[in-house]
């Protein structure tokens, strides 16, 4: 989250008499002329109270400039659902999550879909997998992490905290909440660098950073950068020769924040959860390909044995036992509400064909960017529906920032960003389609890039000076 600054002490004057003629006066309530001649403070409370709709106007207006969130393919967030699921989701905002004696059946909503994704993902005993909402995968990854670490502490206990220092061995790919996590519980993050054409973890690489002092290691099913998958199979076919020669028992964290709600459905072959003994835990965002508004996550373990016990907070309703694992206490029940009625409404037929249709329009629409003959494709959302591009080979007149801001021009937000270690040679643009981005609204950003495409081309170098400030890459 941005960190945001307060205002100055005292605005100009001019600027004050602006505020003078800044609010319509037909928001007042009845009378257009009814003394409503100041628009309030924006950066202090208000001497006195407005009208409801007055505030809702002022608020409302200055959200219009806010992008379209449907024509944002920069986020995975889901940006559309069902007007059944918003009339859930009001009816829930009042209800605290944590309050479960409170709210029996919010909780009992929570514990079914914890159980459904335990079925989904191949538990071995999805009654005795354990897990948790969280209000996204971030937090998810978090405690996925904290547990990691808290075990492997347990086992080196005569040498920790006085002589180790964990770490945790992920791609350099990962999202930025896994730094955030080795910042705040001070792990070492040993990254595997990109390298070529590899984009994502290597199996061997990282069993390598491997040592006795690791708490585990990360595979992400689907990367944020190109939507690819990591082979999570051979990592932990690695981390099973580098036990057999060293002693080493390793755990493997699956980070599928997108990938977890996509690969169960139209992946179904591929082996990447707890089928695989050595992955422990797994996460997921329910409001990415989950299909609910922002707001949650999952995290699951293949059993108690897993998640240590310290570690869980018990709450007693209705005569049983609720086990809660979350770094925040309060926050509203809607989203977990959405999560259930979408886990309902769709089932598995239905999130199948949702995932399908979206990774269609996806490899339909990089097909299109390739036949351009401007750009390269890295990935055709044959993974994750994302698909990343470069310009192609001999393209000096534009780069893919300028691509990035003409498109914005149009309405449609597509981020263009430089690779990590060791390709910050490499810039993208990445597409991520979603539930509600159909063929035609791809034909419409297809009709808009060929608009602009000439103009480009007719540059005599490419615009932009400072690619750090361009980028709309932060997450």
């Keep these: 989250m941005p960190l945001h600054q307060g205002a100055g002490s005292g605005a100009p004057e001019k600027e004050q008499e602006a505020r003078m003629l800044a609010l319509n006066p037909f928001y007042g309530a009845a009378d257009p002329v009814s003394g409503m001649t100041s628009a309030p403070p924006t950066h202090r409370l208000p001497d006195g109270p407005l009208p409801p709709s007055t505030a809702y106007r002022l608020v409302h207006d200055e959200l219009m400039l806010d992008g379209n969130s449907r024509l944002n393919l920069a986020t995975f967030v889901t940006t559309w659902m069902e007007p059944q699921a918003g009339v859930l989701m009001s009816e829930c905002q009042d209800k605290n999550m944590i309050d479960k004696d409170e709210y029996p059946r919010t909780a009992e909503l929570e514990r079914r879909c914890v159980a459904m994704l335990a079925d989904l993902w191949n538990a071995p005993d999805p009654a005795a997998a ?64 990109m390298e070529g054409d ?23 099913l689907g990367s944020t950068f190109d939507g690819s998958y990591e082979p999570v199979a051979e990592v932990c076919a690695a981390l099973d020769a580098l036990q057999e020669r060293t002693g080493l028992d390793i755990p493997v964290h699956v980070d599928g924040a997108s990938g977890a709600m996509v690969a169960p459905f139209i992946d179904e072959d591929l082996v990447w959860d707890f089928r695989l003994p050595r992955v ?15 707001g949650v996550g999952w995290a699951l ?27 925040n206490f309060s926050r509203p029940g809607a989203q977990v509400v959405a999560q259930y009625y979408t886990f309902l409404r769709l089932g598995r037929e239905g999130y199948q064909a949702v995932q399908q249709t979206a990774r269609d329009v996806a490899r339909g629409l990089a097909g299109r960017f390739e036949a351009l003959g401007d750009f390269q494709l890295l990935t055709r959302g044959d993974e994750l529906p994302v698909f990343a591009v470069t310009t192609a080979p001999g393209v000096q007149n ?44 791809a034909e419409l950003l297809m009709d808009d890039l060929n608009r602009l495409l000439p103009e480009l081309r007719r540059q005599p170098y490419p615009l932009s000076k400072d690619t750090a400030a361009a980028t709309a890459f932060h997450h």
Excluded at 134 to 152: D, H, I, N, Y
């Design 301 to 327: 373990w293949r059993s108690g044995a897993e998640l240590p016990d310290e570690l869980v907070f018990r709450v007693n309703y209705l005569g049983g036992d609720m086990p809660t694992f979350a770094l």
């Design 198 to 220: 590899r984009f994502h973890l290597d199996p061997q690489a990282a069993a390598d950073l491997c040592d006795e002092n690791t708490i585990g290691v990360v595979a992400v």
């Design 130 to 193: 354990v897990g948790c909402s969280t209000t996204g995968s971030s937090e998810a990854c978090m405690l996925a992490g904290l547990a990691l670490k808290r075990r492997w502490a347990k086992r080196n206990a005569d040498r920790y905290p006085a002589t180790a220092r964990p770490n945790i061995v992920m791609g350099v790919n990962v999202q930025v909440c896994w730094d955030k996590f080795c910042t705040f519980w001070e792990v070492e993050a040993r990254l595997v660098p």
């Design 398 to 441: 534009f780069d893919v920032f300028d691509v990035s801001r003409r498109l914005r021009e149009h309405g449609w937000l597509v981020p263009a960003y430089t690779f990590p270690a060791n390709r910050e040679d490499l810039s993208v643009l990445r597409v991520v389609c979603r539930n509600g981005f159909s063929s035609d609204l």
């Design 280 to 294: 422990s835990s797994i996460n997921t965002s329910g409001h990415k390909y989950g299909l609910v508004y922002p």
